[in-house]
């Protein structure tokens, strides 16, 4: 079912009639770019839709009034991010204990979400699990994030945008690894607990262009005129409240559940940009009318 999950009535009737027993909930407004010009989307998408969600398994599922699940085996798994915790300095990582510092209107908005299922799972028994990820990378990205954005420009000879100083860090996780992750903390994680999950990668911005200007270069040649891709490189204005760096520690989904990344990053962005190599009808699906608005509007004068 295609739905809103801003719509509370949808999403009760759906609870109502499909007996569901499951909820990951990947729902949500995501990029950040997008908050700092547009955050009450993210207000009503992020909080109200979760707070929808949450209502309609507490009606479902917590029939007695004891509060405790009617159905043993109900499953609620939050998937949220790491951006709860704010920025790191040069060393350090995110860990499920680390406090929250959300520091942009997603992550305040993810975090919000975060506190209002760690609630209903203390107040109301609804068997719950979060789940904190690093940047995401893959097939089927939108090109508004980095990794994406750049390999559609740079296929393209436009220029390569880089926020700041291109030295902010991310810690990358290859898309599949993170569904297997949360594959595995649905089937095997306590209720109650939060993992955390990463790809053990930390790349500055910088490198990760330049990784996707090389792999294109030898992939589809050089641009006309004999030039390297890195020369589409264009360092603009930098990103408001731009967090310096992430890095999650992800000791204890690796030492309680058993899992790990298995795809690392050189290997990861190869598969990436061939994927997007043979993928061209669906980038040009998706990069058509609101897109070419989106892009003039975030990078027009920047
Ligand atoms: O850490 C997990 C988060 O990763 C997720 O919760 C978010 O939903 C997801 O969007 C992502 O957030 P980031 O802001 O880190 O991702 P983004 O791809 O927008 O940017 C990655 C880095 O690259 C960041 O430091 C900003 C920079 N950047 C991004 C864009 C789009 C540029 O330098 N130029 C760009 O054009």
């Given at each position: 079912m295609k739905g809103d999950i801003g719509d509370a009535t949808l999403v009760s009737q759906i609870f109502a009639q499909e007996q569901i027993d499951t909820v990951v909930h990947f729902a949500a407004e995501s990029h950040v770019d997008r908050s700092i010009t547009g955050p009450a989307e993210f207000v009503q998408t992020n909080i109200f839709g979760t707070f929808n969600i949450l209502e309609a398994a507490r009606e479902a599922w917590l029939k007695e009034p004891s509060g405790k699940p009617s159905g043993?085996?109900?499953?609620?798994?939050?998937?949220?991010?790491?951006?709860?915790?704010?920025?790191?300095?040069?060393?350090?990582?995110?860990?499920?204990?680390?406090?929250?510092?959300?520091?942009?209107?997603?992550?305040?908005?993810?975090?919000?979400?975060?506190?209002?299922?760690?609630?209903?799972?203390?107040?109301?028994?609804?068997?719950?699990?979060?789940?904190?990820?690093?940047n995401n990378y893959g097939p089927y990205q939108f090109p508004e994030k980095l990794i994406p954005l750049i390999i559609n420009n740079a296929l393209q000879g436009r220029p390569l945008p880089v926020y700041g100083d291109g030295k902010n860090v991310r810690d990358w996780l290859y898309v599949v690894d993170h569904c297997e992750a949360i594959l595995t903390v649905l089937q095997h994680g306590k209720i109650g607990e939060t993992y955390n999950i990463g790809g053990n990668s930390e790349k500055q911005n910088i490198e990760v262009v330049h990784t996707i200007c090389d792999i294109l270069d030898e992939k589809v040649g050089l641009l006309p005129g004999d030039r390297a891709r890195r020369s589409l490189i264009t360092y603009v204005k930098d990103r408001a409240g731009h967090d310096r760096r992430y890095a999650i520690d992800a000791t204890k989904i690796r030492t309680n559940l058993g899992w790990h990344p298995r795809v690392n990053f050189a290997d990861g962005m190869h598969r990436t940009v061939e994927w997007y190599l043979d993928n061209k009808a669906w980038i040009a699906s998706v990069t058509d009318g609101s897109y070419r608005e989106y892009y003039e509007k975030m990078y027009g004068n920047r």
């Open positions: 043993t085996d109900c499953r609620f798994l939050h998937v949220s991010t790491d951006e709860v915790y704010g920025s790191l300095g040069e060393t350090g990582a995110f860990q499920e204990t680390t406090p929250y510092d959300p520091r942009s209107p997603y992550s305040a908005s993810k975090a919000s979400s975060d506190h209002l299922v760690s609630s209903y799972y203390h107040t109301y028994g609804l068997p719950t699990l979060i789940t904190n990820c690093s």
